[in-house]
C-alpha cells in the first residue's frame, strides 16, 4: 500500500507546488499521521461503512478540480476518488 500513498502524495506536491503552497512533502506527513493514528478509525471510514456521505468529494474533488486547472494529470487521485464514490 506504500506505493500508492507514494504516487497520491507526489500527485498532491506537484499541484501544491504549483499553487506555491509551502508545506512539507505530503508523503512524510501522510506516513508521520498513519504511524501515529494506526489504531484509531478515520471519521471517513466511519461514514463510508455507515453509507454516509464523507468529505472525500470536497476535499480529493478539490484537489483533482484544481490539477484540472493547472493541466496536472493525477491518475492516482483520480482511481482513489473514482473507487470511493462507487455505490
Known sequence: ???????????????????????????????SVCESTAENFSSMLQDQRKGNPTELKYMTGYLLQKAHELNIACPYNQALYDQLNQP
Open 1 to 31: 500500500y506504500l506505493i500508492h500513498m507514494e504516487h497520491i502524495c507526489n500527485e498532491i506536491d506537484q499541484i501544491t507546488q504549483a499553487l506555491h503552497y509551502k508545506i512539507d512533502a505530503a508523503f512524510e506527513l501522510a506516513k
